[in-house]
């Protein structure tokens, strides 16, 4: 069953001289993670915004868990948790305070909210925390909560904007940990994200976005073959590295591109591990030998610069460098 | 009611927060107060001829001109809540979505509340005594409360308008300051040039002025304006205002709150 259901969604901002959703279509399978992965302006937070009520869309449909979202926002609410980019907690309160409180607004009794914010702090480490102002958090801790505060009522799906923007590689890493987490028991996730190692780690599928629509989907391993295969990339020493060429490429029948100043020699190859080991076995015999080497698979990278012919990361410099030159 | 009791909470969120941040409410009522002090020692002149002296004239000047702020206060909390997403989570939670709104002016309110005792504690202690008997009394600070409230949902559109906290907190503060010196808070309008004084007798500040001196016991002189309806009836004239600045800005922030965009 579908948990999520998006439609031919359109949004333009500007009276229409920004198309922030050009007919984007996505769907969720229920108890799965999708991750929605596109750089910035891409349209993911749009997305997130119009599935989770916050925003209309011009056209275009949209349900979740079966209620539609334009036209009983406030069924969905029941049923749905956000967590945005930001921590959305207030941080001149205590941790505590914020659970209770969003408890309260989930029409929880007093009782029953403070029993749910005890749990959901001992769930995401945070109990030692619990009475100390939010501005005092890290910048996970504060993910953290904001993540439980969209847990309060066990929502059936939930929606994570970019909950990994702006953390220290730490805080990332108990980030997913704690998102693996929410996956094992079960709920039903859209997740957004600029990361593609994220997407990668913590989703099913995936669907790549790039100017308000879909551009791919697929698993990540689907997506991967997209571009291609597998490569093999072997470095040797320089006197060799001749030699190494017309040997890979008689074992692996493909053409390779060697990389003079990093000694690199790289081909693609059919079937990877096979490959690898019949070069490795010339080689021996040639006595040539090789300073590293590795079978390489595609990374979500290749990926987005097959698919949009540009990278994602170049687009969000660029991003950054336009607001820049606004603010001037 | 669902609806009230989610504003409740909101309210109480408030107040929490002041108990968090002990210095919000300690400054939100020290800065009354030294004006009440400054103006009764520096402009106590101004009240010669004055029965009970200038302090009388003083005080409801100064209660409105505080209360007057609260515009700035509710917008500078509401785009606070803009600027950190906040309203984001308010608006996907399945709470009534006024929630948010009414329970912040009922939160501004309840400071003020706090801030008219303190103020009126230190008004007595430098001298002023209202004559008017215990009700009029009680009915003069109810009223300020409720110009404070309505003026707070003007402060709720343009928190909502804004997403900048301290650019709104300045903004709606170079708009209310003027406001409450043209007017007759301070001094009396009759010195004022003429066309100044039309203006002042007519902005809603000093019919609330002219109100709550009548309320406190103390007789209000227009100059221009004397004799018209609001110079004659300041209670029934600033109710009026306050329903009219409230007809206008409840729709609009209610509608503006349905589309809000953190970001």
Request: charged letters at 20%.
């Amino acid at each position: 069953m579908k948990s999520v259901i998006a439609e031919n969604l359109v949004k333009t901002y500007r009276k229409g001289a920004v198309r922030a959703l050009d007919g984007l279509s996505l769907d969720v399978e229920e108890g799965t993670v999708l991750g929605v992965l596109g750089p910035n302006g891409a349209g993911k937070t749009t997305t997130v915004r119009i599935l989770s009520t916050l925003l209309e869309p011009d056209s275009g449909h949209a349900s979740v868990a079966g209620i539609d979202v334009i036209k009983n926002p406030k069924a969905v609410r029941q049923i749905i948790g956000l967590s945005g980019q930001y921590a959305a907690v207030d941080e001149t309160l205590t941790g505590w305070d914020n659970l209770v409180m969003f408890g309260q607004l989930y029409h929880l009794s007093a009782a029953q909210a403070k029993v749910r914010a005890t749990e959901l702090l001992e769930q995401f480490s945070l109990t030692d925390a619990a009475r100390r102002p939010i501005k005092t958090f890290s910048g996970g801790m504060r993910r953290r909560l904001d993540l439980a505060a969209s847990l309060i009522i066990r929502p059936k799906v939930l929606f994570l904007d970019e909950p990994t923007t702006g953390l220290d590689p730490r805080g990332r890493l108990e980030m997913w940990g704690v998102i693996e987490g929410l996956v094992r028991e079960g709920v039903t996730l859209l997740l957004t994200t600029q990361y593609l190692e994220e997407a990668d780690q913590l989703a099913d599928d995936i669907v790549v976005i790039d100017h308000g629509r879909v551009i791919a989907r697929g698993s990540s391993d689907q997506l991967k073959d997209q571009v291609g295969g597998e490569r093999i990339e072997i470095v040797v020493a320089d006197e060799t590295l001749e030699s190494a060429r017309e040997i890979i490429e008689r074992v692996t029948h493909g053409v390779a591109t060697v990389d003079r100043g990093l000694r690199k020699i790289s081909v693609p190859v059919p079937d990877g591990t096979q490959s690898l080991i019949a070069v490795i076995r010339e080689f021996d015999s040639a006595g040539i030998h090789a300073l590293d080497l590795a079978l390489k698979r595609p990374s979500l990278d290749d990926v987005f610069l097959t698919l949009t012919g540009h990278v994602a990361e170049e687009v969000v410099t660029e991003d950054a460098g336009k607001k820049k030159g606004a603010r001037k | 009611m669902n609806g009230i009791k989610d504003a409740l909470v909101i309210t109480k969120r408030q107040l929490l927060q002041l108990t968090r941040v002990p210095e919000v409410l300690i400054f939100n009522t020290i800065q009354p107060v030294m004006f009440v002090l400054l103006f009764r020692y520096v402009f106590g002149g101004l009240g010669a001829g004055i029965k009970g002296g200038y302090v009388q004239l003083l005080m409801p000047g100064i209660f409105v001109q505080t209360v007057t702020f609260t515009l700035a206060a509710t917008a500078q909390g509401l785009a606070q809540d803009m600027e950190k997403g906040l309203i984001d989570r308010f608006r996907s939670l399945p709470i009534a979505r006024s929630a948010l709104v009414v329970g912040r002016t009922l939160g501004d309110g309840l400071l003020n509340i706090v801030v008219l005792v303190v103020m009126g504690a230190a008004g007595y202690l430098v001298g002023w005594r209202p004559t008017s008997g215990i009700f009029h009394i009680f009915l003069g600070f109810l009223m300020l409360l409720f110009f404070g409230y309505a003026l707070s949902w003007a402060g709720v559109f343009a928190g909502l308008i804004s997403k900048d906290a301290r650019v709104v907190a300045n903004v709606s503060f170079l708009f209310t300051f003027p406001l409450t010196f043209l007017s007759n808070a301070f001094a009396s309008t009759t010195s004022m040039p003429k066309v100044l004084q039309y203006f002042a007798e007519w902005n809603p500040v000093s019919t609330m002025v002219a109100a709550a001196r009548q309320l406190f016991g103390f007789h209000n002189t227009f100059g221009v304006t004397a004799h018209s309806f609001p110079s004659e009836h300041p209670i029934v004239t600033s109710l009026f205002y306050m329903v009219i600045i409230m007809a206008i800005f409840i729709p609009l922030s209610v509608r503006r709150y349905k589309s809000a965009n953190s970001r």
